[in-house]
Nanobody
Framework: QVQVVESGGGLVQPGGSLRLSCAAS????????MAWYRQAPGKQRDVVAS???????NYTDSVKGRFTISRDNAKKTVYLQMNSLKPEDTAVYYC?????????WGPGAQVTVSS
């Protein structure tokens, strides 16, 4: 059974920053494309950003230029640096492999952007 655990969420004012972390278990982490997903209340879970094992990245249009995904294969950890946060970024953020979900879904990290 392979798992991920997200951390680093919180309440932040518009324009602020947060850094999320995702620790994974199991083997073969370094070759897996990893992604951050988010799910706002009443909406489906969507991919926000992804990173390959060799650090090629992709972002959904709404976060380009504001969010940065990165990974540390030695620590089996994926990060999401979020800057210039907006109220519409409010959601629970999850990480997992992409496009095929390999890991059991973790508890997620709640991110709330509000003044």
């Amino acid at each position: 059974q392979v798992q991920v655990v997200e951390s680093g969420g919180g309440l932040v004012q518009p324009g602020g920053s947060l850094r999320l972390s995702c620790a994974a278990s199991g083997s073969a982490f370094s070759i897996r494309r990893m992604a951050w997903y988010r799910q706002a209340p009443g909406k489906q879970r969507d991919v926000v950003a992804s990173v390959t094992g060799v650090n090629n990245t992709n972002y959904t249009d709404s976060v380009k230029g504001r969010f940065t995904i990165s990974r540390d294969n030695a620590k089996k950890t994926v990060y999401l640096q979020m800057n210039s946060l907006k109220p519409e970024d409010t959601a629970v953020y999850y990480c997992n492999s992409w496009p095929t979900v390999i890991y059991d879904w973790g508890p997620g990290a709640q991110v709330t952007v509000s003044s």
